[in-house]
T-cell receptor, first 113, second 112 residues
Framework: DSGVTQTPKHLITATGQRVTLRCSPR?????VYWYQQSLDQGLQFLIQYYNGEERAKGNILERFSAQQFPDLHSELNLSSLELGDSALYFC????????????FGPGTRLTVT | DQQVKQNSPSLSVQEGRISILNCDYTNSMFDYFLWYKKYPAEGPTFLIS?????DKNEDGRFTVFLNKSAKHLSLHIVPSQPGDSAVYFC???????????FGAGTTVTVRA
């Protein structure tokens, strides 16, 4: 158990809909990262927050947004969903701003039908 | 753009033998490399790492080797155990960057 929690574990929704994925980092960790893993692909970095502020952005679509709240939990919002958004979404956390050793949650499997 | 590549999607090894996983990268500015292990229905778990100023790091049965001139790193697992059956991801970080770049993963199967 990494100490990072993600909800929900599974999500099935239709194209055009909007969903919110939630992540709670390990106790004491200030950085939260979001990754997307599509079928047979490695993890693609989406976005990082550190202590409530956005610090780094990867190949995140404009339809996607995230935020980190004062209690340090984070939410990833995906809107106008398309079939290609079906993937595993992982949240990770680290203690510092540039933490190389990141601790991952169990992921949320999103299926868009 | 795939800056970290794991060219072998799968590896099968007999229990007790050595598992060697390979990873190549293209960006010479990577300064830190990591290996993660992932079981089905779980998130990746940090396994071992190496800084670009070293060429070897060992932790129990796991050893990572880094060849900077070849932009290549490898993970050796000796001896391989059934519990090592998982997907292994190679990852790299740029100097002063915040994100990790991951390879596509290698599925290791340890046969009894």
């Amino acid at each position: 158990d990494s100490g990072v929690t993600q909800t929900p574990k599974h999500l099935i929704t239709a194209t055009g809909q909007r969903v919110t994925l939630r992540c709670s980092p390990r106790s004491g960790d200030l950085s939260v990262y979001w990754y997307q893993q599509s079928l047979d692909q490695g993890l693609q970095f989406l976005i990082q927050y550190y202590n409530g502020e956005e610090r780094a952005k990867g190949n995140i679509l404009e339809r996607f947004s995230a935020q980190q709240f004062p209690d340090l939990h984070s939410e990833l919002n995906l809107s106008s969903l398309e079939l290609g958004d079906s993937a595993l979404y992982f949240c990770a956390s680290s203690a510092g701003l540039a933490g190389a050793e990141q601790y991952f949650g169990p992921g949320t499997r999103l299926t868009v039908t | 753009d795939q800056q970290v590549k794991q060219n072998s999607p799968s590896l099968s090894v007999q229990e007790g033998r050595i598992s060697i996983l390979n990873c190549d990268y293209t960006n010479s500015m990577f300064d830190y490399f990591l290996w993660y292990k992932k079981y089905p229905a779980e998130g990746p778990t940090f396994l071992i790492s190496i800084s670009s100023i070293k060429d070897k790091n060992e932790d129990g049965r796991f050893t990572v080797f880094l060849n900077k001139s070849a932009k290549h790193l490898s993970l050796h697992i000796v001896p391989s155990q059934p519990g090592d059956s998982a997907v292994y991801f190679c990852a790299a970080r740029l100097t002063n960057d915040y994100k990790l770049s991951f390879g596509a993963g290698t599925t290791v199967t340890v046969r009894a």
